[in-house]
T-cell receptor, first 114, second 116 residues
Framework: AQSVTQLDSHVSVSEGTPVLLRCNYSSSYSPSLFWYVQHPNKGLQLLLK??????LVKGINGFEAEFKKSETSFHLTKPSAHMSDAAEYFCVVSPANTGNQFYFGTGTSLTVIP | NAGVTQTPKFQVLKTGQSMTLQCAQDMNHNSMYWYRQDPGMGLRLIYYSASEGTTDKGEVPNGYNVSRLNKREFSLRLESAAPSQTSVYFC???????????????FGPGTRLTVL
C-alpha cells in the first residue's frame, strides 16, 4: 500500500529562520516524490521533485528536499523563511507500479511571523 | 500556452441538480486527473485518465462520472449533487514517461462548488 504522512499539520517560523516540513512515505516500489505549494485561493504549484537522479533536490524559491530511502523520508527545507513562503505545502508520492496515480499528504500550513 | 484551464471558477447548486466541470490542457499530456480538496484532507483523487480513451476510478469516485473527450479535454459530471460534494475541485495533467518515474502534474486554478 502507498501512503504519505506529513508529520506536522501546522508549522510557524519567524522570518529569516530555517524552515523544516517533514514528510514520510510508504511505498512498495521506487517512488517519484514531489512537493507542491498552494497559496490561499490558488492552485497547486510544483516546488521540486525527486526522480532518482540525485538524493538532494533543489527547487524553486530556495527550497530543497533530501530523499532518504533508509528513513523513507523526503523532508522539505529552506535556510531562511520569507513572508511570501506562508502557504500550504503538500508532499506527494507516485509509486512506479500504480499506473500514473499520485498520493497526497494532508498538507502542512506554514505561517511566517514577521 | 495556457496550461490547464478549468471552468467554471465558482458554482452554487441545489441538492439534486446536475452539472459538468470542464478541464482542458494544451501541453499534449497523456494523463489527466480530477481531485477534490477538503479542509484537513489534502487532495483526493476522484478519477483519472492515463491516456485518451481510458478512465479509471480513484479514491473517491462515488457520485461522479468522467469523460475523456479527446487528448485535451477531461470533464467531471455530478449527476445529482449532494451537500457532501461541496468542495474545491482541481483538474491536473501530466506526462506519462516510460520506465519507473512519472512526470510532473500541472494543476488548474480550481472550481469552488457549493451544494445547498
Amino acid at each position: 500500500a502507498q501512503s504519505v504522512t506529513q508529520l506536522d499539520s501546522h508549522v510557524s517560523v519567524s522570518e529569516g529562520t530555517p524552515v523544516l516540513l517533514r514528510c514520510n512515505y510508504s511505498s512498495s516500489y521506487s517512488p517519484s516524490l514531489f512537493w507542491y505549494v498552494q497559496h490561499p485561493n490558488k492552485g497547486l504549484q510544483l516546488l521540486l521533485k525527486y526522480t532518482s537522479a540525485a538524493t538532494l533536490v533543489k527547487g524553486i524559491n530556495g527550497f530543497e528536499a533530501e530523499f532518504k530511502k533508509s528513513e523513507t523520508s523526503f523532508h522539505l527545507t529552506k535556510p531562511s523563511a520569507h513572508m511570501s513562503d506562508a502557504a500550504e505545502y503538500f508532499c506527494v508520492v507516485s509509486p512506479a507500479n500504480t499506473g500514473n496515480q499520485f498520493y497526497f499528504g494532508t498538507g502542512t500550513s506554514l505561517t511566517v511571523i514577521p | 500556452n495556457a496550461g490547464v484551464t478549468q471552468t467554471p471558477k465558482f458554482q452554487v447548486l441545489k441538492t439534486g441538480q446536475s452539472m459538468t466541470l470542464q478541464c482542458a490542457q494544451d501541453m499534449n499530456h497523456n494523463s489527466m486527473y480530477w481531485y477534490r480538496q477538503d479542509p484537513g484532507m489534502g487532495l483526493r483523487l476522484i478519477y483519472y485518465s492515463a491516456s485518451e480513451g481510458t478512465t479509471d476510478k480513484g479514491e473517491v469516485p462515488n457520485g461522479y462520472n468522467v469523460s475523456r473527450l479527446n487528448k485535451r479535454e477531461f470533464s467531471l459530471r455530478l449527476e445529482s449533487a449532494a451537500p457532501s460534494q461541496t468542495s474545491v475541485y482541481f483538474c491536473a495533467s501530466s506526462e506519462a514517461l516510460a520506465g519507473a518515474f512519472l512526470g510532473t502534474q500541472y494543476f488548474g486554478p480550481g472550481t469552488r462548488l457549493t451544494v445547498l
